[in-house]
């Protein structure tokens, strides 16, 4: 399976954006889908997560409150919306789709995506 990250872009502090994972290929039948970000100079951070058939999600305690992750098992896709956002949210998003595990501190087995560009700014 390939994944496609998409929808990262520039937004301003307290604004909202979607990110979009696509899983082209075959129909994704692994556990679950994940997002990670990593900020300049510092290491990959686990955001949050969802199991593919019973949708449970897993977030970074942090981010609670502000991200929602949702899929669309019909569309292959999982999202990441992000509300409310700070300008330590800037960092390169990426996906991974596979087995697991999800959470933080715990390195998945999966297939990664390539990033997409989120950027908080005035």
């Known amino acids: 399976v390939q994944l496609q990250a998409s929808g990262g872009g520039l937004v301003q502090p307290g604004g909202s954006l979607r990110l979009s994972c696509t899983a082209s290929?075959?129909?994704?039948?692994?556990?679950?889908m994940g997002w990670f970000r990593q900020s300049s100079g510092k290491e990959r951070q686990f955001v949050a997560a969802?199991?593919?058939?019973?949708?449970?999600?897993f977030y970074a305690d942090s981010l609670k409150g502000r991200f929602l992750i949702s899929r669309d098992i019909a569309e292959n896709t999982m999202y990441l919306q992000m509300n409310n956002m700070e300008f330590e949210d800037t960092a390169i998003y990426s996906c991974?789709?596979?087995?697991?595990?999800?959470?933080?501190?715990?390195?998945?087995?999966?297939?990664w995506g390539q990033g997409t560009l989120v950027t908080v700014s005035s």
């Open positions: 290929g075959r129909t994704f039948s692994g556990h679950g």
């Open positions: 969802i199991t593919w058939r019973g949708g449970v999600t």
């Open positions: 991974a789709a596979g087995e697991g595990p999800w959470g933080p501190d715990l390195t998945p087995s999966a297939t």
